[in-house]
């Protein structure tokens, strides 16, 4: 008995190429579904620093506008960093409030207010776990000037 052309079925080296093609398609299926997963969740991240920086913004402006430029310890000088909780556990957020001199130079962080009636606020809100291609620091940076134009 010899071997016959007519006989039909796969050889061993067809099976195994087969299984070596399908097993690239869904190694490289699954990885692109991994890249576009940590993706989703880094734009989810972002999106909440960004949130939470501006209602950070946002209660300071309330403050002012409730209580006063000066009559408010909330805009006092300095820098403040809060850890967030619950949901937010994982975020933190530094407010820093500066004074800015009449000509609206360089802000002083360290001096009382110098009556110039303008206070740089900066709000950063960052991420305390690592992500992929996520940055680890002053991951969303808001920047706004308060006056007391209003009292």
Known sequence: MGWSRQEKGFTLIEIILAIMIISIGVLTLVSSMSFTTSRGLNAEVMSTAQQLAQEGVEQLEAT?????????????????????AGAFANYTRTVEICNVDTSLG??????????????????????????????????????????????
């Open 64 to 84: 002012k506008r409730n209580s006063g430029y000066s009559a408010t310890p909330d805009l006092d000088i300095g820098t403040t960093t809060v850890a967030l």
């Open 106 to 151: 360089s802000p002083d962080c360290t001096a009382p207010d110098n009556g110039s009636g303008y206070k740089r606020i900066t709000v950063e809100v960052n991420y305390t776990q690592s992500l992929p291609s996520l940055p680890t620091d002053d991951l969303v940076r808001l920047v706004t000037v308060v006056t007391n134009v209003r009292e």
